[in-house]
């Protein structure tokens, strides 16, 4: 009896692994065949054409082989859910957990870069204290702050370097 139930519940999850693995957007690579999998649930940017701007989604459904439905969080409420064909997305880019940390960590380092070079006067105890330290490492900060925005994170331009297949 309770060998059976063991196989029930195994039935159950290995049905249910399939599933949630069949909702997916697989981005192959034309030169070197690797795979990069997109979930439901997951976010990316991705470029309706060649000429738009990236705009932030996450992967709402999958419809059929064809349809995808993205929730847009930057529009407006009826605007925010959008259906859409892999043959509509020119580009996809990913931010990995490290590219976002580090615009957060480069976005406090920008303020407080911009803090300490605007009130270098402030800081300094009389006015015939040179600010030059306060001004070069609000500087500093500043400039280091700007890297992981200037780093760009990889992107795929689907047709040109990357095949998508909805699975």
Do not use: W
């Amino acid at each position: 009896m309770r060998f059976v139930k063991h196989i029930c519940v195994l039935i159950c999850v290995l049905f249910s692994v399939t599933a949630y693995s069949q909702k997916t957007i697989e981005l192959t690579n034309k030169r070197n065949g690797k795979v990069k999998v997109f979930r439901i649930g997951q976010t990316f940017h991705y470029k309706p054409s060649e000429d738009s701007d990236f705009e932030k989604a996450r992967i709402q459904n999958i419809i059929n082989d064809s349809i995808i439905v993205l929730f847009l969080p930057n529009e407006e409420a009826p605007n925010n859910l959008v259906e859409t064909t892999l043959k509509d997305i020119y580009s996809i880019r990913k931010l990995s957990s490290i590219h976002e940390a580090s615009q957060v960590v480069g976005s406090l380092s920008i303020l407080a870069g911009a803090y300490l070079m605007l009130g270098s006067g402030a800081l300094t105890d009389t006015y015939n204290e040179p600010r030059g330290r306060y001004i070069g490492g609000g500087a500093l900060l500043f400039a280091a702050g700007t890297l992981p925005f200037i780093i760009k994170p990889k992107t795929y331009y689907l047709g040109v370097t990357h095949t998508a297949t909805l699975n």
